[in-house]
């Protein structure tokens, strides 16, 4: 069974810093990984997918995320947090189904 | 262009009430999922539909919750007896049709049911 966790519940950072919102997984076969995003009273957004090849991939709003196999796990990076990246945070795994599995979120903070 | 629209974006009804949810997808993408989120925790799978036919059903918690899709575009989720723990935000998501199993979801900005 494919399975998602997002270990915080919540991500504080000063807005000009790096951040990272973390992402383990469980499968039992290649993982295809997902980040989406929540902004309050909207639908989830996406962001960012690994599906084969680079490690790092690039997505929307300057986000990036790293694949790394040997720790299963798939981080959320940016270089330098906005104000307007607070908002929830989503990863989610899909194994060989049409479904993906989404962790339980993740609330990112960026202070003035 | 227009995407996935939910209605109704608020409902409130009373214990053992019947209530729809409709979900409108993006015009040709024939996968169609809906998914529960309560409050603080992530999406939750519910059913998944490929063109009329539900594909994947095994989400639904009881046989209270029923969803169709008779013409492959247009869903609705259907809950009987609503009960106080159907309180949640449902979510409707499509994608296109060949994007297979690594397509992103485009959700809609859900239906949010409360039972008092």
């Known amino acids: 069974a494919q399975s998602v966790a997002q270990p915080e519940d919540q991500v504080n950072v000063a807005e000009g810093n790096p951040l990272t919102v973390k992402c383990t997984y469980s499968v039992s076969g290649n993982p295809y990984l997902f980040w989406y995003v929540q902004y309050p009273n909207r639908g989830l957004q996406f962001l960012l997918k690994y599906i084969t090849g680079d490690n790092l991939v690039k997505g929307s709003y300057g986000f990036e995320a790293e694949f790394n196999k040997s720790q299963t796990s798939f981080h959320l990076k940016k270089p330098s947090a906005l104000v307007s990246d607070s908002a929830l945070y989503f990863c989610a795994v899909n194994e060989g189904s049409y479904i993906p599995t989404f962790g339980r979120g993740t609330s990112l903070i960026v202070h003035p | ?116």
Do not use: M
């Not at chain 2, 992530?42 to 899709?69: K, W």
């Open chain 2, 1 to 116: 262009g227009a995407g996935v629209s939910q209605t109704p974006s608020n409902k409130v009804t009373e214990k053992g009430k019947y209530v729809e949810l409709r979900c409108d997808p993006i015009s040709g993408h024939t996968a169609l999922y809906w998914y529960r989120q309560s409050l603080g925790q992530g999406p939750e799978f519910l059913i998944y539909f490929q063109g009329t036919g539900a594909a994947d059903d095994s989400g639904l918690p009881n046989d209270r919750f029923f969803a169709v899709r008779p013409e492959g575009s247009v869903s609705t989720l259907k809950i009987q007896r609503t009960e106080r723990g159907d309180s949640a935000v449902y979510l409707c998501a499509s994608s296109p049709s060949g994007s297979g199993i690594t397509g992103e979801l485009f959700f809609g900005e859900g239906s949010r049911l409360t039972v008092l």
